[in-house]
C-alpha cells in the first residue's frame, strides 16, 4: 500500500492571535530536504492560538488532498492532536461541553477533525519539535521544513506589521494654523 507523510506545524503571535500554519506532503521513497523544501504550503490565520492553530493547519491540509487512496502519516508536535481520538467519546458524550456545561473551546474543528479523519487510513505519530541537527532523523529533517517555514512566516508578517507602524505619517492638524 502506498503511503503518505504529512508534516504540519503552526506558529503564533499571541499578542496579535496571528499565526501561520506550514504543512508538507511527501509521497514516494528518497526524498530529498533540499528539493522539498519548495514544496512547503504556509497560510495565514486570524484570531487564532498555538492549540487552534496546530489544528486549523491539520485540517487545512487534509483538504489539499484531492482523494485519499492511500495511508497518510501525519506528523505533529501538537500533543492536543495526538490526544484527540483518546477524548472523542468524552466529548461526544458531553456534547462537547466542559463540566461547567460550556462549549469547548475549538468544538467545531474537534467535529471537522473527527468528520474528516473518519474517512481516511491514517497515522498519527508525534514529533519531538526543535532537536539539534545530530539528534535529527530523516522525518525530524523534514518537520524541521515546516516549523521554520510557519516560523519565518510570523517573522516576516511582524516585521512588516512593525514596519508599517514606524513609518512617519502626516496628522492633519485642523485650526492649528490661522
Known sequence: MNE???????SVNTQSKTGYGAYL??????????????QVK??????????????????W?????????????IYTDSQNIMGL?????????NDYRSKQK???????????FFRITDQLDYELIKVRGH???????????LFTLVDKASRQA??????ELSSLSARPRLIPLKGVLK
Not at 85 to 93: I, V, Y
Not at 102 to 112: P, T, V
Not at 131 to 141: A, V
Open 42 to 59: 504556509v497560510k495565514r490565520f486570524e484570531q487564532t492560538s498555538s492549540t487552534k492553530l496546530e489544528l486549523q493547519t491539520l485540517l
Open 102 to 112: 460550556r462549549r469547548l473551546n475549538n468544538y467545531q474543528l474537534y467535529q471537522e
Open 61 to 73: 491540509a487534509l483538504g489539499e488532498i484531492p482523494t485519499p487512496t492511500a495511508k497518510i502519516i
Open 154 to 159: 510570523l517573522r516576516e508578517d511582524k516585521a
Open 131 to 141: 532537536q539539534k541537527s545530530q539528534q535529527k532523523n530523516e522525518i525530524d529533517q
Open 25 to 38: 506532503f511527501v509521497s514516494g521513497p528518497g526524498f530529498s530536504p533540499d528539493l522539498l523544501q519548495t
Open 4 to 10: 503518505i507523510i504529512l508534516l504540519t506545524d503552526g
Open 85 to 93: 481520538s483518546g477524548r472523542r467519546a468524552r466529548f461526544e458524550q
